[in-house]
């Protein structure tokens, strides 16, 4: 089955730290872009970041700029988002994209439904 699983969400108090995972099943994941996105209650889902397929590029929004890492492991076809300094602001649902191309506007990642696979998300919940 072809298909992209995120998990390691949960509940968090500002100033912790989670990492989240995107494991690809039935493709490899070394021939894709993967983006990071997420979507808080009652707004558009946003681009958080991105790495790219050949020489592991990185991209990341302002807001989460200088607290979160991504990476890839193509040996476990995986990507992971190491999210720390976490604030309640970062709360939402967490998808991960691949895609041949990503979409930028203005210099920010966009969602697209020309993605090739999305995953199902993983909540994050940053609160006291």
């Known amino acids: 089955q072809v298909q992209l699983v995120e998990s390691g969400g949960g509940l968090v108090q500002p100033g912790g730290s989670l990492r989240l995972s995107c494991a690809a099943s039935g493709f490899n994941l070394e021939n894709y872009h993967i983006g990071w996105f997420r979507q808080a209650p009652g707004k558009e889902r946003e681009g958080v970041s991105c790495?790219?397929?050949?020489?592991?590029?990185?991209y990341y929004s302002d807001s989460v700029k200088g607290r979160f890492t991504i990476s890839r492991d193509n040996a476990k076809n995986t990507v992971y988002l190491q999210m720390n300094s976490l604030k309640p602001e970062d709360t939402g649902v967490y998808y991960c994209a691949a895609g041949r191309q990503l979409l930028f506007s203005q210099g920010v990642l966009r969602p697209s439904d020309e993605y090739d696979y999305w995953g199902q998300g993983t909540q994050v919940t940053v609160s006291s």
């Open positions: 790495i790219s397929r050949n020489y592991g590029s990185t």
